[in-house]
């Protein structure tokens, strides 16, 4: 059974967590704060004590747990037994709310050289999520209820980021036409040119999840994520969010990595050839040199919710607070509000028929018109919802 590292406020002895709001270590029985410098040392004078021996206990023969997926720990804080998969390092105890880190899950693995403190609070992510539920009334209403809100979950993400140099060299074929009247003629010039373009650039810290089961295009969409509050890797920043350790390693992410470089060069080459009609490109070398890779965690605010057989995912960097998401449309509901709209129009028609006394003909071609108003007027109930279907294609594929 892993061991568990958790975080106590010299204070009252009470669970201290990193506050994403002073960034310090703060806890949140008795409000001690404390710079995490000075936490560091403090938590390392306490592992100077030496420990007391352990008693011996023999348990009876039992049957273990096989699947190499599942992981069991025990919480310091109420001895409660918690399961999670082998890919968490930090999460929450279910019994006493204790947060917790696992050291051993990542005791054979690379240490993070970076950490993205989250700058966002839980409070700040509903909000955003709420918002960004707002004013579209044909989401599903179990998506807007606040105990499903309160589900949203902040979790450090593993992400590699590669540093490298690329040589460029591009060839394109291009045209300029010309065209004018002389009497009854008319006359088309067309002039083509190769162009050639070439240079280096230099890339730092792109950044490639490394968690299989996070979806890559949520991923990218969520960037970028600011350098500046990029520091020193320490598991105090750990308490109070979960956390997963890598599952996809750094040789498998190249390839997307790769991809992402030449699509960037390719781009900002292609954006130095102006002045002509058509551009088609004949050549593009892109040579990648001086590769390095680091190893970060990256805040991130995640919430799934299955509507039928899919699930819709909302994710928020929490860091800058960009966010993206996937929506459903309630059909149900859809069809209620067109047939209000419908039965509305219908009324009205009805009215104004026998008021004005129009003939049938007339009646027909305002029946129409309002139909046709009362369709769009439907669709502006719609929202425009993003749909982005990323595919999962981990193992250095990319997109």
């Known amino acids: 059974m892993a061991d568990v590292l958790a975080y106590k406020c010299p204070n009252c002895g009470a669970p201290i967590n990193f506050d994403s709001g002073s960034q310090m270590m703060k806890c949140a029985s008795c409000g001690t ?3 995490l410098a000075a936490y560091q040392s403090y938590d390392a004078a306490l592992k100077q004590k030496e420990p007391q021996p352990e008693a011996e206990w023999k348990d009876d023969e039992v049957t273990l747990w096989k699947d190499d997926a599942i992981v ?4 310091k804080s109420c001895g409660g037994e918690i399961i999670m998969d082998n890919t968490t390092v930090a999460t929450e105890c279910p019994y006493c709310g204790n947060a917790a880190v696992v050291p051993k899950q990542v005791s054979d693995m690379l240490r993070p050289d970076f ?3 989250f700058k ?3 409070n700040a992510a509903r909000a955003a999520l709420k918002k960004f539920y707002s004013g579209k009334p044909l989401l599903p209403k179990f998506f807007n209820d606040d105990e499903r809100i309160d589900k949203i979950i902040g979790t450090y993400v593993p992400f590699w980021l590669f540093d490298c140099d690329t040589s460029n060299k591009a060839v394109y074929n291009a045209t300029k036409t010309k065209s004018w009247t002389s009497g009854n003629t008319h006359y088309t010039k067309t002039d083509y040119y190769m ?4 240079g280096t650039m230099r890339f730092e810290k792109i950044p490639a999840d ?4 996070m979806d890559d295009a949520t991923m990218e969409s969520i960037e970028p994520y600011e350098y500046a509050d990029l520091t020193a890797f320490s598991m105090a920043y750990l308490p109070g969010y979960l956390a997963d350790k890598y599952d996809v390693t750094a040789e498998a992410s190249k390839p997307r990595v790769d991809k992402r470089v030449r699509k960037s060069v390719e781009t900002a080459l292609r954006a130095t050839v102006q002045g002509y009609g058509t551009v088609d490109t004949k050549v593009m ?3 990648i040199t001086n590769g390095q890779i680091h190893y970060a965690l990256f805040p991130v605010w995640i919430l799934n919710t299955r509507w039928g057989d899919e699930v819709y995912t909302f994710a ?3 860091q800058t607070g960009k966010l993206v998401g996937d929506l459903p449309i309630d059909w149900k509901k859809a069809a209620t509000i067109g047939g209000a709209i419908l039965a509305i129009a219908a009324v009205v028609l009805s009215v104004v028929g026998v008021v004005a006394s129009l003939s049938a003909d007339i009646v027909n071609v305002i029946a129409v018109i309002a139909g046709i108003g009362a369709f769009i007027t439907a669709l502006t109930f719609i929202p425009v919802l993003s749909k982005k279907k990323g595919n999962k294609n981990k193992k250095g594929q990319g997109k």
């Open 33 to 35: 704060q404390m710079e």
């Open 72 to 75: 069991a720990m025990v919480c």
């Open 115 to 117: 950490i993205i403190p």
């Open 120 to 122: 966002l609070d839980k």
């Open 195 to 198: 162009v050639k373009r070439s």
């Open 210 to 213: 490394g968690l299989e089961k």
């Open 285 to 287: 070398n892109v040579r």
């Open 316 to 318: 928020m960097n929490g």
